[in-house]
């Protein structure tokens, strides 16, 4: 069991640093013009599918199933006002710090479900990590271009990426550990972090992936969805 939420904690995580090592190619090895600009908004527009497959597939679900009304309610709306105000106090501060914490504001309680999703159910546990880890490809994708333009160097982003990678596992044990046998305690987290990420996604993701005259890049968003939607049903 611990041998396989490692494993797949491992991969959700680790594609931060692969989406990082892709931007630094695509910056320096891809000449700009207007297919580039479209090709970054198209990533941006899958990584909003696929957040969105996250929270109707498997997040929601799991909060509606062991959580009542009133609870599941309250859960979501405090998830989706307390990152109403860490969004708005990270545009406050800009900078390298509000793009970074940014990515991990849903990457992080993905995580601790994950691994308190696996003793109970395997296969959405996989599912799951599956999702995070094509959701952190393009997110940390666009946070690398970020936090590069913001004036770090790419050698101590390159570092900051490979670190964030563990987090994945350090989540998921920590909620296999502490978690494992209380599912309302992990709804409610799953619950909190949906409304969270719907904001940040109608907020920040969804309007910057937008392009004007342009309608090949919002197709990105129904891929990314559908991606989820494979993996439900092969699960």
Do not use: W
């Amino acid at each position: 069991m611990l041998s396989s939420i490692v494993l797949y904690a491992g991969f959700a995580g680790i594609t931060i640093f692969i989406g990082g090592l892709l931007a630094n190619y695509f910056n320096h090895h891809i000449p700009e013009s207007p297919v580039k600009y479209e090709i970054t908004h198209t990533l941006m527009s899958f990584g909003a599918g696929i957040i969105l497959s996250a929270l109707a597939l498997v997040l929601v679900p799991k909060g509606i199933e062991e959580l009542g009304l009133l609870p599941l309610v309250v859960s979501f709306l405090i998830g989706a006002v307390a990152f109403m105000l860490l969004d708005e106090y990270l545009a406050k501060r800009g900078g390298q710090v509000a793009t970074l914490l940014a990515m991990l504001m849903d990457f992080i309680p993905e995580s601790i479900a994950l691994g308190a999703v696996f003793a109970s159910d395997y296969g959405t546990a996989v599912l799951l990590a599956v999702i995070i880890g094509l959701q952190n490809l393009p997110e940390a994708f666009n946070a690398y271009r970020d936090l590069v333009q913001s004036g770090l160097s790419t050698k101590k982003t390159h570092l900051i990426f490979f670190c964030l990678s563990f987090l994945g596992i350090i989540g998921a044990l920590s909620g296999h550990f502490f978690l494992t046998n209380s599912p309302v305690l992990t709804a409610y987290l799953m619950t909190f972090a949906s409304g969270g990420i719907l904001y940040l996604l109608i907020q920040d993701i969804i309007p910057e992936s937008k392009m004007e005259k342009n309608y090949l890049t919002s197709l990105g968003a129904t891929l990314g969805f559908l991606v989820g939607m494979i993996g439900e049903k092969i699960v």
